[in-house]
């Protein structure tokens, strides 16, 4: 049974560029969210897909949007980057219930840096 | 409002030694969902135990523990015999709709 799956591991960039990052969800689940993760701190939310629309979102900026694929698959992109986003991204999928989130399942992560 | 608070930063125990982790958490909501993650220097988040708001019973699992009790709001993680591959940094975490909120959570080193 695969788990959640990212890509790339690692990435560097300098200011202003733009990144994308892939998720692909545990086999069965169809929601997927994406956090951030400053080093020394809690992931923090950036938004949930599910049905390939936008169902929630944390307190980002529009630099950062999303896309959910048909077949549940995620992309995270970041325009204009800044040095505060260096970051480690996770994805987690779940099933959707559509009331209380249940157990996400979590992937490795992108570490970004920007330099 | 939607809150967890892990107020221990960092722990450092001598191998076999129990050691407790602490979660308070804050919420209007009558139903929802508590759970604890490791996050090892590898990254990746490794899921620990879900526990529903409506079901107070403590749960054993090998050598960890949770206690639940609603009445002062709290989701504490016991290790028992703790041995260094327990070193990681453990996270309490609430849903919400469509999203989790977690702690800021605590780094626990075991020493041989």
């Known amino acids: 049974d695969a788990g959640v799956t990212q890509s790339p591991t690692h990435l560097i960039k300098t200011r202003g560029q733009q990144v994308t990052l892939r998720c692909s969800p545990k086999?069965?689940?169809?929601?997927v969210s994406w956090y951030q993760q400053a080093l020394g701190q809690g992931p923090q939310f950036i938004f949930q897909?599910?049905?390939?629309?936008?169902?929630q979102r944390g307190n980002f900026p529009d630099r950062f949007s999303g896309h959910q694929f048909p077949n549940y698959s995620s992309e995270l992109n970041v325009n204009a980057l800044l040095l505060g986003d260096s970051a480690l991204y996770l994805c987690?999928?779940?099933?959707?219930?559509?009331?209380?989130?249940?157990?996400?399942?979590f992937g490795p992560g992108t570490r970004l840096t920007v330099l | 409002a939607q809150k967890v608070t892990q107020a221990q930063t960092e722990i450092s125990v001598v191998e076999k030694e129990d050691v407790t982790l602490d979660c308070v958490y804050e919420?209007?909501?009558?139903?929802?969902?508590l759970f604890w993650y490791k996050q090892p220097p590898s990254g990746e988040l490794v899921f620990l135990i879900r526990?529903?708001?409506?079901?107070?019973q403590n749960e054993i699992s090998g050598r960890y523990s949770w206690n639940f009790q609603k009445s002062t709001s709290s989701f504490n993680f016991t290790i028992t015999a703790s041995q260094v591959v327990d070193s990681a940094v453990y996270f309490c975490?609430?849903?919400?709709?469509?999203?989790?909120?977690f702690g800021s959570g605590t780094k626990l080193n075991v020493k041989p």
């Open positions: 987690a999928s779940s099933l959707w219930t559509g009331v209380k989130t249940d157990t996400q399942y």
């Open positions: 086999s069965g689940h169809d929601t």
């Open positions: 897909y599910y049905e390939e629309e936008e169902r």
């Open positions: 919420t209007r909501d009558t139903t929802y969902y």
């Open positions: 526990r529903n708001s409506f079901d107070e």
């Open positions: 975490a609430l849903s919400g709709f469509n999203k989790f909120y």
